[in-house]
């Protein structure tokens, strides 16, 4: 499973302006084939601050994922409301929890 991490900090009152961008990624992600998770999430303590957690069935599903005509709306958005954008990519197992 390959996991995504991103975390990025918006231009004030810009996560108001994401909200759409965000939704409309979010649900057209969800039904791309080998997405197992896409979720969004603002920080409590700093509501400036977005995360994006991703998880992916392989790096193929991942790399058809960002070619999706929604990714490159997405990309735009965050471009015109986002700043330090960090993107990591982690290649994980799933393990039970508690662990045994």
């Known amino acids: 499973m390959i996991v995504v991490n991103v975390k990025l900090e918006t231009n ?14 979010e649900k057209a992600s969800r039904a791309e084939p080998g997405c197992i998770d ?10 400036t601050r977005v995360r994006i957690v991703e998880h992916w ?5 991942l790399k ?28 994980g197992e799933e393990l039970p929890y508690p662990p045994k």
């Open 64 to 91: 058809c994922h960002m070619a999706q005509p929604h990714m490159a709306a997405f990309r735009e958005a965050i471009a015109k409301n986002a700043k330090n954008v960090v993107v990591k990519l982690f290649d």
């Open 12 to 25: 004030p009152g810009a996560v108001e302006a994401l909200k759409a961008a965000i939704a409309t990624v």
């Open 57 to 61: 069935a392989s790096l193929d599903a």
């Open 38 to 47: 896409y979720a969004f999430a603002t920080e409590i303590n700093d509501p």
